[in-house]
C-alpha cells in the first residue's frame, strides 16, 4: 500500500504557465486535502474536499482550481502560476474532516 | 474564526537539554492532534489527545491536553539528534469540523 501519492516530486514553471499537481490515495477515507508549506508559515490550507463529488475552500484558495475525480484522486490545478506560488504543496486524506490526516511525500514547485 | 498558536517558533537545545513546545487554541478543542515534519519530509501523525487533562507518553515524549481543552503541550526528555524536524500541533472543534495546523515549532539539536 503506497498511502498517499503526489506527482510530480518537483516542477519548475515560468510565470504564466498552468500545471495540474496529481494526488492519489489508496486508503479509502473520505477527505482530502492540499497545503501549501512556505518557511515560517505552517501548513495552510488550500482547499479540501469532504467526500467524492464536494470541494470547498480553504484559508488560500485564490490562484488554485481542484478536482475531487473520484474517491481516490484529488488533483489541484494552477491556471496561471505565479512566483507567490512557489512553494512545497502537501496532498493529505482522513477518515472524517477531523480525523488524524495522512500526508503525501509533497511537489516542490518552484515559478521563476 | 478558530485560531491555533504554537509557541516558540524555532528552538535550538544542547543534545540532552530537554525541550518544550505550547499550542494554545482560541476555543475549545474535541481532540488535539501532534505531527512530526523531518528536514525535507513530510508531516507524521504522532498523537491524538481527547480527554481533559489527559497525559500521553511516547518515550521520551510526552504529551499533555490541558483542563480546558485549549491548550497543550510537548515536552521531550533528554533530546537526541534524531529528534530534530518541526512539530505541529492540529486542534479541531465542533464549531468548525476543521482540523486546524498550528504553525509549527522547528527544533534544532546541537550534537
Known amino acids: 500500500n503506497a498511502g498517499v501519492t503526489q506527482t510530480p516530486k518537483f516542477q519548475v514553471l515560468k510565470t504564466g504557465q498552468s500545471m495540474t499537481l496529481q494526488c492519489a490515495q489508496d486508503?479509502?477515507?473520505?477527505?482530502m486535502y492540499w497545503y501549501r508549506q512556505d518557511p515560517g508559515m505552517g501548513l495552510r490550507l488550500i482547499y479540501y474536499?469532504?467526500?467524492?463529488?464536494?470541494?470547498d475552500k480553504g484559508e488560500v484558495p485564490n490562484g488554485y482550481n481542484v478536482s475531487r475525480l473520484n474517491k481516490r484522486e484529488f488533483s489541484l490545478r494552477l491556471e496561471s502560476a505565479a512566483p507567490s506560488q512557489t512553494s512545497v504543496y502537501f496532498c493529505?486524506?482522513?477518515?472524517?474532516?477531523?480525523?488524524?490526516?495522512?500526508f503525501g511525500p509533497g511537489t516542490r514547485l518552484t515559478v521563476l | 474564526g478558530q485560531q491555533v498558536m504554537q509557541i516558540p517558533q524555532y528552538q535550538h537545545v544542547q543534545e540532552g537539554e530537554d525541550f518544550t513546545t505550547y499550542c494554545n487554541s482560541s476555543t475549545t478543542l474535541s481532540n488535539i492532534q501532534w505531527y512530526k515534519q523531518r528536514p525535507g519530509g513530510h508531516p507524521v501523525f504522532l498523537i491524538q489527545?481527547?480527554?481533559?487533562?489527559e497525559v500521553k507518553k511516547q518515550k521520551r515524549l510526552t504529551f499533555q491536553f490541558g483542563e480546558a481543552k485549549k491548550n497543550s503541550s510537548l515536552h521531550i526528555t533528554a533530546t537526541q539528534t534524531t529528534d530534530v524536524g518541526t512539530y505541529f500541533c492540529?486542534?479541531?472543534?465542533?464549531?468548525?469540523?476543521?482540523?486546524?495546523f498550528g504553525q509549527g515549532t522547528t527544533l534544532q539539536v546541537k550534537p
Open positions: 474536499s469532504a467526500s467524492e463529488g464536494t470541494t
Open positions: 493529505a486524506n482522513g477518515r472524517g474532516s477531523t480525523d488524524t490526516q495522512y
Open positions: 492540529a486542534g479541531s472543534s465542533g464549531n468548525t469540523g476543521k482540523l486546524i
Open positions: 489527545l481527547v480527554k481533559s487533562g
Open positions: 486508503m479509502n477515507h473520505n477527505s
